[in-house]
């Protein structure tokens, strides 16, 4: 009775779930856990009331000075990678940052998913009006776990020190919760006593702990007292009681799940299916405690998204044999027939390569499978259909000039196509609007007046988020705003990203 209960739950929860991330998918602010309290509780009841005085001097006031720095300018990567200098953020103000950074839209192509991490992940120096709250750090924290950038987005929390500030803290806690490493955060919760943790992270940090009857204490008292929700306490309830009945009726699904949600009905039997949560829930099922094929599935949704290595996709594709057909498995075998392929010669990776690409194009991972095999694919000698759906590979790679310089085009597309990989398209003839667009743009194109004045006046980052608005306006059928984002990127030194850009836009077609 339990497992049928539960599948009509699930089943309720999948409907809503799966249409709001196709529509709008929730925002990482809107699925963190409440973890931490705004303030530590008082000490006693006491404590909490409002001051008395007993005349009606007025008190003294003490000054302190607050000398707190932001953590705007904490990043992963300096001015020497990434190019673009610490001025980056300096001459523009915190609000219109973050504004930018959280309308920056993140379902487009890989390219542009590649400028927003490196936005996120830049370090430089603060907006001109920075807050010691650090809201343009948040902002670039929310959006890498927007994308499901997990670990970059801890690591930044790390750099800039998690446990001091109760904002950096929560989204820590909940990184360490979908990553498996919530022991540290925990550990961190129970030596600072400046963290003040809401009930739920409480308990479940004791009991993670081992202090079980502490847990138990904390969650009865709680409940004596009037200060947990029937929700929080038939949750809990269930987390902490380890001998119940099997047979119990699940707990209905919650409609609003984080991280600590998550792993609580994990904890007590009644896992929530991730693909129906924001991306970063993905991760969880990477786990080895995780079946094959979810992990398969999380990888693939991930990877299309950067937001772990090409790597871990193909490793789980070829970790065993598939067990079924359709779906992931059909996957998973085309892949691992295209690997022997590259083995057997020639004739078999003719055969093998238009189905294993096929079935990437299915799950739009087309570019973490040319970051793959690409460079293996080069050294095959194809000829015909094969050897012109190697070459469109190898454009997708991070080895595009290099491709474009070893196979000269017999046909307009492909001139355009090697044109743009070289960034030369002198003399080439354009036959649609996207490719008039962006033969444009690489032939000399003016950038756009708003986004001159923005690089003029410093305020560079301001510039390169509103590039990528443009380019996903033209992505949706906007030539002057295409030309107009990749002319920026040029403009600015972005050279790499606004030809890999480019070519991703003539060789997948697709919006975003």
């Known amino acids: 009775m339990r497992a049928l209960a539960r599948l009509v739950a699930l089943a309720a929860l999948a409907g809503p779930a799966a249409a709001q991330e196709a529509d709008a998918p929730l925002s990482a602010i809107d699925w963190l856990s409440r973890s931490v309290e705004t303030a530590p509780p008082a000490a006693n009841p006491a404590a909490a009331e409002p001051p008395v005085s007993g005349d009606a001097t007025s008190p003294e006031i003490t000054v302190t000075p607050l000398d707190q720095p932001t953590a705007d300018p904490v990043g992963l990567l300096p001015p020497s990678v990434t190019g673009l200098p610490a001025s980056l953020w300096s001459r523009s103000s915190e609000a219109a940052l973050t504004e930018l950074v959280r309308g920056e839209r993140i379902e487009t192509l890989p390219a542009m998913q590649d400028l927003i991490s490196m936005l996120m992940l830049a370090e430089a120096d603060p907006p001109m009006d920075a807050g010691p709250g650090g809201a343009l750090f948040l902002a670039r924290v929310d959006k890498l776990l927007d994308l499901g950038a997990l670990e970059p987005a801890a690591a930044l929390l790390e750099a800039a020190g998690p446990v001091d500030d109760p904002e950096r803290f929560r989204r820590w806690f909940d990184v360490s919760l979908l990553l498996g490493t919530e022991d540290a955060a925990c550990a961190a919760m129970r030596d600072r006593p400046t963290i003040a943790p809401t009930l739920p992270a409480r308990v479940f940090c004791l009991a993670r702990q081992g202090d079980w009857n502490a847990a138990a204490l904390t ?94 996709l193909f490793d789980l594709y070829t970790r065993q044999s598939p067990g079924a057909s359709g779906g992931v498995w059909d996957r998973a075998a085309a892949i691992q027939r295209f690997e022997a392929a590259l083995q057997d010669g020639p004739a078999a990776v003719a055969e093998a390569l238009p189905e294993a690409w096929a079935a990437m194009e299915a799950i739009r991972a087309e570019v973490p499978f040319a970051q793959e095999y690409a460079a293996a694919l080069a050294g095959v000698p194809l000829t015909g259909e094969a050897a012109a759906l190697a070459h469109r590979i190898a454009l997708l790679s991070p080895d595009y000039e290099a491709a474009a310089l070893a196979r000269p085009a017999d046909d307009g597309t492909g001139r355009l196509l090697n044109g743009v990989a070289r960034g030369d398209v002198a003399g080439l003839s354009p036959s649609g609007p996207a490719e008039t667009a962006i033969v444009a743009a690489f032939a000399g194109a003016e950038v756009p007046q708003s986004a001159a004045e923005l690089i003029e006046a410093g305020r560079l980052g301001e510039a390169l988020l509103r590039a990528g608005t443009q380019f996903n306006q033209g992505l949706a059928g906007d030539t002057t705003a295409l030309t107009g984002a990749l002319a920026t990127l040029r403009a600015v030194g972005l050279e790499d990203l606004a030809r890999r850009a480019a070519l991703q836009v003539l060789i997948l077609d697709r919006a975003p």
């Open 219 to 312: 969650l009865n008292t709680a409940i004596a007292l009037g200060d947990v929700t029937p929700e929080e306490e038939a949750l809990l309830t269930r987390f902490l009681d380890v001998t119940l009945d099997e047979t119990a009726f699940p707990l209905p699904v919650p409609e609003r799940v984080t991280p600590l949600m998550f792993r609580l009905y994990e904890a007590i039997g009644e896992a929530l299916p991730t693909a129906d949560l924001p991306r970063a829930f993905a991760h969880a099922d990477l786990r080895e405690i995780t079946a094959w094929r979810l992990q398969i599935e999380a990888a693939e949704r991930l990877a299309r998204n950067g937001a772990v290595s090409q790597n871990v």
